[in-house]
């Protein structure tokens, strides 16, 4: 077996392709394998009791292709210590878990993706956590939103349907004044667009099921951070609850980072075009994408993310019949709900996505038709919207 990569596995190369495609795995020196085994084993002989080979004693402790994943993580965000899970929601549970106690307080973004929502409101405000949602486009508001209680600050950027941009900086400042924590769900613009940990959150969460695995044939989610006493934290909680990904999607996740940095470029031109086109279209009323210059957080976005993603949404002039009309009329935009796969994906969150915020201070509007904008030919798409909304 091919030696385990340090957790600094990053510290080897400075570009992010080069991480991308090589951190986590070197070629075995036995066999010359280039790609990392599925390791099909649950456990582990050992050499006497006690006496592991390769640190690894059974799979949910440890699996080695899940611990080639979890340094590519580690590296891709630039963070000291990266954990894979099960789904983006077993990252979140273990996140809220490790930071929070009965008693304390957090704040979530007033359009939080909506199954955090939904996990936090109906589940840990049962185990005495309290939460305050704010506004995330505007540092003040999550700001007031604190109390002396409150340990963790998440952040969504860009936000799940609606796009908001998050100052990660001004959040992560305002929060440790307060001493919070900075939580930010990094799921949207992926590592390759905005690192959060270098702009001074705590800790980096996905849902590798989105753009890291990218095929859309793969569901996981990560957890990324610089701070050990967390890290311990989410390695306990990885045994002790077992929330982990097994050896085939964890290799899964693995190949879809190898060509991260590709697709995104890809994501973000054909979402610029997209929504180009649909900024000029009579039947929409609002083109919601931070790389417009009349977004509001245009100006935060380009400073903290090196582009605007493949994420449209857009409101339509016609109200919900105009959007559900919209998306059961696309042909090369499949309905379904999920996003950051190569193919390009049409949906109502109101309906489908973010049902379980309706009659929350989290609904989204009835009009709002979602836009994952895949790597097909932007001719197409374009095309394809063209003849929709005719
Ligand atoms: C999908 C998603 C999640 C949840 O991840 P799963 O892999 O579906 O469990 C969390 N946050 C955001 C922003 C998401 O889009």
């Given at each position: 077996?091919?030696?385990?990569?340090?957790?600094?596995?990053?510290?080897?190369?400075?570009?992010?392709?080069?991480?991308?495609?090589?951190?986590?795995f070197?070629?075995?020196?036995?066999?010359?394998?280039?790609?990392?085994?599925?390791?099909?084993?649950?456990?582990?002989?050992?050499?006497?009791?006690?006496?592991?080979?390769?640190?690894?004693?059974?799979?949910?402790?440890?699996?080695?292709t899940?611990?080639?994943?979890?340094?590519?993580?580690?590296?891709?965000?630039?963070?000291?210590y990266?954990?894979?899970?099960?789904?983006?929601?077993?990252?979140?549970?273990?996140?809220?878990?490790?930071?929070?106690?009965?008693?304390?307080?957090?704040?979530?973004?007033?359009?939080?993706?909506?199954?955090?929502?939904?996990?936090?409101?109906?589940?840990?405000?049962?185990?005495?956590?309290?939460?305050?949602?704010?506004?995330?486009?505007?540092?003040?508001?999550?700001?007031?939103?604190?109390?002396?209680?409150?340990?963790?600050?998440?952040?969504?950027?860009?936000?799940?349907?609606?796009?908001?941009?998050?100052?990660?900086?001004?959040?992560?400042?305002?929060?440790h004044?307060?001493?919070?924590?900075?939580?930010?769900?990094?799921?949207?613009?992926?590592?390759?667009?905005?690192?959060?940990?270098?702009?001074?959150?705590?800790?980096?969460?996905?849902?590798?099921?989105?753009?890291?695995?990218?095929?859309?044939?793969?569901?996981?989610?990560?957890?990324?951070?610089?701070?050990?006493?967390?890290?311990?934290?989410?390695?306990?909680?990885?045994?002790?609850a077992?929330?982990?990904?097994?050896?085939?999607?964890?290799?899964?996740?693995?190949?879809?980072?190898?060509?991260?940095?590709?697709?995104?470029e890809?994501?973000?031109?054909?979402?610029?075009?997209?929504?180009?086109?649909?900024?000029?279209?009579?039947?929409?009323?609002h083109?919601?994408?931070?790389?417009?210059?009349?977004?509001?957080?245009?100006?935060?976005?380009?400073?903290?993310?090196?582009?605007?993603?493949?994420?449209?949404?857009?409101?339509?002039?016609?109200?919900?019949?105009?959007?559900?009309?919209?998306?059961?009329?696309?042909?090369?935009?499949?309905?379904?709900?999920?996003l950051?796969?190569?193919?390009?994906?049409?949906?109502?969150?109101?309906?489908?996505?973010?049902?379980?915020?309706?009659?929350?201070?989290?609904?989204?509007?009835?009009?709002?038709?979602?836009?994952?904008?895949?790597?097909?030919?932007?001719?197409?798409?374009?095309?394809?919207?063209?003849?929709?909304?005719?």
């Open positions: 077996m091919s030696e385990q990569r340090s957790k600094a596995d990053h510290d080897r190369w400075q570009g992010f392709s080069t991480k991308a495609v090589h951190a986590g070197d070629p075995d020196p036995q066999t010359g394998v280039v790609n990392v085994p599925i390791y099909a084993s649950s456990t582990f002989a050992q050499d006497g009791v006690g006496g592991l080979r390769g640190g690894f004693e059974y799979a949910r402790t440890g699996n080695p899940r611990s080639a994943l979890e340094a590519s993580l580690a590296a891709i965000e630039s963070g000291t990266g954990r894979a899970f099960s789904s983006g929601m077993a990252a979140t549970d273990c996140m809220l878990r490790a930071a929070l106690r009965p008693g304390d307080h957090l704040v979530i973004p007033n359009d939080a993706y909506g199954g955090t929502f939904r996990l936090i409101d109906k589940v840990f405000t049962q185990w005495g956590i309290e939460y305050s949602v704010a506004p995330i486009a505007d540092p003040a508001a999550v700001r007031e939103a604190m109390r002396p209680s409150t340990k963790l600050i998440w952040v969504e950027t860009p936000t799940n349907p609606l796009l908001n941009v998050g100052d990660i900086a001004a959040i992560a400042e305002l929060a004044a307060g001493g919070a924590k900075l939580v930010v769900d990094n799921t949207f613009a992926s590592p390759y667009l905005q690192q959060p940990l270098t702009l001074g959150a705590d800790v980096v969460l996905h849902s590798t099921t989105k753009y890291l695995g990218g095929h859309s044939d793969v569901v996981g989610g990560a957890l990324v951070t610089n701070d050990e006493e967390l890290d311990v934290a989410f390695a306990f909680l990885q045994n002790g077992g929330a982990v990904p097994g050896p085939f999607d964890a290799y899964l996740t693995m190949r879809g980072i190898k060509t991260l940095a590709l697709r995104m890809r994501h973000s031109d054909n979402a610029e075009a997209v929504a180009e086109f649909l900024s000029g279209h009579s039947a929409v009323s083109v919601i994408y931070p790389g417009l210059a009349e977004h509001p957080g245009h100006a935060v976005a380009a400073k903290q993310m090196r582009r605007f993603g493949g994420m449209v949404s857009v409101r339509l002039a016609g109200g919900i019949e105009a959007a559900r009309d919209l998306c059961s009329r696309t042909e090369v935009f499949t309905l379904a709900e999920s950051g796969g190569v193919e390009s994906l049409i949906e109502h969150p109101a309906a489908m996505t973010h049902a379980s915020t309706e009659g929350s201070e989290l609904e989204v509007p009835a009009d709002l038709v979602r836009l994952s904008v895949g790597i097909e030919d932007a001719a197409d798409l374009v095309g394809d919207l063209e003849q929709a909304l005719a």
